[in-house]
């Protein structure tokens, strides 16, 4: 009987249907779903997401990359208080910075924080407040000390920003900046 | 003393019958300002402390520094973000007859993550989801 038991609970863990998302996406991790908008359904099943948007039908799913569900698991991370990070860049040729922004872009950072500051002939890229978890396999060293300032319980209520020279630069995205 | 202990507990089965869930767990907490807001009818409640009882027709909102995490009673996990509502539209769970079972959620803002319990199993169709912008629906 417990046995049976046992086996009746684990396989309706293994039934359960496990959405998550925001306004903006819907994505399955456990089940299949079928998400509705302005008159289409799409079928999306486990490991997929879909997008939506005001007065869209809802895009083809397609399988969860990295980075998709970065601010969906800040956001629902219970344990989880300020983690963010300020990133600065150093100054180089606009072509180049447009380059970087669009590899940060593919890895998950989402444009609106990317910012793009034009002096005189250079430009400075400005990572501003993102989710420190969305650095944490594009700058994997940054990461590691912004976790080790965190642990400091005097630097709560504090954000850390860090600034990335060049050298760094070309090993993680290389690329040449000067 | 017999009707008076009788009427006691008659009173809380009651109480505890008409909730549908607890907030089991999230970031909520008095002293560093993370409220949660429950919308009951005209009532307006905030929530300082885990273990509040959620009832049918309730909206749940957080704010800036408060998320949640809600366990209905036919174990559906809610978890809702920072800045998210949550309403419970249509609930109903009768563990004996499963074809009356009926679960419409609305998340108007804000981040969710649901996991579905026993009327999502045993009536998928009668389990909702509603966004701002679009609709979902398990598929059995």
């Known amino acids: 009987m417990r046995y049976l038991l046992f086996i009746i609970l684990f396989v309706s863990n293994i039934l359960a249907t496990v959405i998550s998302g925001n306004q903006g996406k819907v994505c399955v991790l456990g089940g299949s779903i079928s998400v509705s908008a302005g008159g289409v359904s799409q079928n999306v099943n486990s490991g997929e997401i879909t997008f939506i948007g005001k007065n869209k039908t809802p895009t083809k799913a397609r399988k969860i990359r990295n980075g998709d569900l970065n601010d969906i698991e800040e956001e629902l991370n219970m344990s989880s208080s300020r983690r963010f990070i300020y990133l600065k860049f150093p100054n180089m040729e606009y072509k180049i910075a447009k380059k970087i922004r669009s590899k940060l872009i593919r890895k998950g950072i989402k444009r609106s924080d990317i910012k793009l500051v034009k002096y005189s002939t250079k430009t400075r890229i400005k990572l501003k407040k993102i989710p420190l978890s969305s650095i944490r396999k594009i700058y994997p060293a940054h990461y590691k000390a912004a976790i080790k300032f965190y642990k400091n319980p005097k630097n709560n209520k504090r954000t850390v920003s860090y600034k990335l020279n060049k050298k760094q630069l070309q090993i993680y995205h290389k690329m040449n900046v000067y | ?140």
């Open chain 2, 1 to 140: 003393m017999i009707k008076i202990i009788t009427l006691f507990f008659i009173f809380l089965s009651l109480s505890y019958g008409s909730s549908i869930g607890t907030i089991t767990s999230g970031k909520i907490d008095r002293f560093e300002h993370a409220y949660a807001l429950v919308t009951r009818g005209d009532q307006v409640i905030t929530v300082e402390d885990l273990g509040f009882k959620i009832k049918k027709n309730d909206t749940i909102k957080t704010f800036r520094k408060s998320k949640v995490k809600i366990t209905l009673k036919d174990n559906t996990i809610i978890k809702i973000g920072r800045r998210s509502t949550l309403k419970i539209e249509k609930y109903l769970y009768n563990a004996n007859n499963s074809e009356g079972n009926i679960a419409n959620l609305k998340v108007e803002n804000g981040t969710f993550q649901i996991k579905t319990g026993k009327i999502g199993d045993s009536s998928p169709k009668n389990f909702k989801i509603k966004t701002k912008f679009s609709t979902i629906g398990l598929r059995g």
